[in-house]
């Protein structure tokens, strides 16, 4: 029988791999081309990925974001607080985010591989614990798994999108 946990690994996995397809073989420049004025860029868009799904994973963990606690956010050096996640930020900001594709991947894959750990400690009945009631009706473990993961599919997609429209239709 298949678990909730292991249903969400598989599912989580794809979003690396995704990712991946999107910024491999592209240069730091290419990377930070935007498909149309005001878009954002793959780079914004790969980074913005691992940020919130590291944020919120480490959040529901209990323990420090991989961003802080494994160096990542003096690798990127990028200038902004390290608590920027990428919400909110303007289109000069959203150019501000350069990187490559390796740093890019990289930074994902262990962020995955702290989220697979997280996800394999918790039993089906973690699944319900309330996280945040601010919400009718109260926002549990399993449902804030799904938003995470939802908000990473969406931006995976978005990332292949670009590539596409950037560099395959011209």
């Not at 935007?34 to 914004?44: D, S």
């Not at 902004?80 to 990187?99: H, I, K, Q």
């Not at 994902?108 to 919400?135: C, I, K, N, P, Q």
Request: aromatic share 8%; proline share 4%.
């Amino acid at each position: 029988m298949t678990t909730p946990a292991e249903l969400l690994v598989e599912a989580f996995s794809r979003v690396p791999e995704t990712v991946a397809r999107a910024v491999d073989g592209l240069s730091e420049d290419q990377l930070a081309s935007r498909p149309a004025a005001g878009a954002n860029t793959l780079a914004w868009l790969a980074w913005h990925i691992a940020r919130g799904q590291d944020s919120q994973i480490a959040a529901l963990a209990g323990s420090e974001q991989v961003w802080t606690a494994d160096g990542w956010v003096e690798r990127f050096g990028l200038p902004f607080p390290a608590e920027a996640l990428g919400y909110g930020m303007s289109r000069d900001d959203v150019g501000r985010v350069r990187a490559s594709a390796e740093l890019l991947n990289g930074y994902l894959g262990a962020v995955h591989e702290r989220t697979v750990a997280y996800l394999h400690t918790l039993s089906a009945e973690d699944f319900e614990t309330v996280v945040d009631e601010a919400w009718d009706p109260p926002v549990t473990v399993g449902v804030r798994l799904v938003s995470i993961l939802d908000d990473c599919v969406q931006h995976a997609g978005q990332a292949g999108y670009a590539r596409g429209v950037l560099f395959f239709n011209r």
